[in-house]
């Protein structure tokens, strides 16, 4: 391996036809810069898609109600109900797997719009009433003052903590939001948090555009006591939110005289079983890189390999010569096999240069202000790329192994007669 002899021999035989070894070693570099790309790609794709869960517990789940379909005791079919706080005690008491049970309340309903005014501007916004722990729910980065406490729950503060979204609307550019009054529905609240989301786009945009105040507040305020629109949920860290969902949505069949194989009388969201599908679906996505990956570099490898039995073939006299002289066989095959790892690990280096390269330009790209919905950061992992460059070697040494072992069994005196 350290003989200069050997390194001239190695140098002599892969640049006896450049062209063609050129194009062999394009096989092994396209292969494996196919497979960084197609990497960083699935990177980029899975990063996109778990910041939509970036700011949402992913052991929780989500329950309103909705009209029954089946009579039940008496009572008939599409009957409406309502959930009450008296609910969020009862969860709260009888199912301890429970984490946070968070009521929800929102004027307008499901992502309606409210009149917010503050002098001569207004804005039609989401206005949400909830309690101090939905922040562990859902995470709201608050980047001025803070969220809400027990302490504004208990007193019914009429405060407010605004969006990044409705900070554009109601105040001036370099204007300091908290401490200042907004009205909502003829209702004044004082500003005393912001908040920016975290996700980007348009629901980013959207959920900038909310107002969280008490839901104490909101119950008195404007005129809807002991009702809750509906539950945010998570379960303990180690009971699977879809535990917790079936206990509540059977205690809450039985507190309203719901059927209990009744289907539809609630509605219900559970963001554990959304994320394990995702998680699922890009392990499979996965797999397939490294499938689609392995096979192209395996057609690489067999260009090598042909490549060298060619070589093989016209050295023919050569390696007759050398066995004449009294070269080991064991010298000879690990020659060939040689030249094929290093064929095949230079060009499949560069091939991962260039994929590292282009990747890390995507990512400059998307970080100086390019947008991409659901494609965020892409990059290829330390132990991906070992793993590639490992694959690169053993597809080497197995590309060689062939004409290697057609080397040594060549009789050096039919090879010495070869022309």
Do not use: C
């Not at 002599?12 to 062209?19: E, F, G, I, P, S």
């Not at 960083?40 to 700011?55: E, I, P, Q, T, Y």
């Amino acid at each position: 391996m350290f003989d200069l002899d050997n390194w001239t021999e190695i140098y002599h035989a892969l640049t006896r036809n450049k062209l063609r070894t050129a194009l062999t070693a394009f096989g092994v570099f396209w292969g494996i810069f196919l497979l960084m790309i197609m990497l960083g790609s699935g990177s980029g794709l899975r990063n996109g898609v778990s910041a939509d869960f970036a700011d949402e517990a992913t052991n929780s789940f989500f329950l309103w109600t909705q009209a029954t379909s089946k009579p039940y005791r008496g009572l008939p079919a599409g009957r409406s109900f309502e959930l009450t706080n008296d609910d969020t005690e009862a969860i709260r008491r009888q199912i301890p797997e429970a984490k946070i049970v968070a009521p929800r309340n929102q004027l307008g309903g499901h992502r309606g719009g409210n009149n917010v005014t503050r002098g001569n501007k207004a804005g039609a916004f989401s206005v949400m009433g909830d309690i101090a722990e939905y922040n562990q729910v859902e995470a709201i980065p608050i980047i001025r003052g803070r969220f809400l406490n027990d302490l504004d729950l208990a007193e019914r503060r009429k405060i407010a903590i605004i969006g990044t979204g409705v900070q554009k609307v109601l105040f001036d550019e370099e204007e300091d939001p908290i401490g200042e009054s907004i009205e909502i529905n003829g209702v004044y609240f004082k500003v005393i948090g912001l908040f920016e989301p975290m996700q980007s786009g348009d629901e980013g945009d959207r959920k900038a555009q909310s107002i969280y105040i008490p839901i104490s507040t909101f119950q008195s305020a404007f005129n809807t006591p002991n009702y809750v629109n509906w539950f945010a949920i998570t379960s303990d860290d180690d009971v699977p939110a879809s535990v917790v969902e079936d206990k509540v949505l059977a205690l809450l069949a039985a507190r309203h005289r719901v059927a209990p194989d009744d289907t539809r009388a609630f509605g219900h969201f559970n963001m554990e079983e959304e994320f394990n599908k995702i998680q699922g679906l890009f392990s499979g996505i996965s797999v397939l890189i490294w499938i689609v990956g392995a096979g192209t570099l395996a057609a690489g490898a067999i260009g090598v390999s042909n490549i060298m039995l060619i070589i093989v073939k016209e050295r023919t006299r050569e390696i007759g010569v050398r066995r004449a002289v009294g070269a080991q066989p064991i010298s000879i095959m690990g020659q060939i096999v040689f030249e094929s790892i290093l064929l095949t690990s230079a060009a499949g280096y560069i091939g991962l240069l260039a994929g590292v390269g282009v990747m890390e330009g995507v990512r400059s790209a998307l970080a100086n202000g390019a947008q991409l919905q659901m494609f965020k950061n892409p990059g290829i992992d330390l132990q991906h790329a070992v793993l590639a460059l490992v694959i690169l070697i053993v597809s080497g040494t197995l590309a060689g192994i062939v004409p290697a072992q057609r080397a040594i069994r060549i009789s050096p005196v039919d090879a010495l007669r070869a022309e």
